[in-house]
Nanobody
């Protein structure tokens, strides 16, 4: 059973950076598409960034140029580098994985439990 665990969330000020990490319980995460989603207070969960098994990436418009998703140096990890953070980036961030290429669609089979990111002055 694939399990995912997010880490790296916290409280930061606007304009600062944060890196989230998603670690899998299996070594074949590199064979799967992995995505980051977030749920802001009072809003639906939305896809933020995804990376396929051949490293094609996709981003929601609101984070393009600020966020970067990448495979970690450790084989079973994926990272989300978030620069120039804004208060509207606040939310619970989840990583998700699937053997299918769902992109930013909320159709993934495997989910982590989430990590809180708060951007506030």
């Amino acid at each position: 059973q694939l399990k995912l665990m997010e880490s790296g969330g916290g409280l930061v000020q606007p304009g600062e950076s944060l890196t989230l990490s998603c670690a899998a319980s299996v070594l074949w995460l590199s064979d799967m598409t992995v995505a980051w989603f977030r749920r802001a207070p009072g809003k639906k969960r939305e896809g933020v960034a995804s990376i396929t098994n051949d490293d094609r990436t996709e981003y929601v418009d609101s984070v393009k140029g600020r966020f970067t998703v990448s495979r970690g140096s450790v084989e079973n990890t994926v990272q989300l580098l978030m620069n120039s953070l804004k208060p509207e980036d606040t939310g619970v961030y989840y990583c998700a994985a699937d053997s299918l290429e769902w992109g930013l669609l909320d159709e993934y089979d495997y989910w982590g439990s989430g990590t809180q990111v708060t951007v506030s002055s």
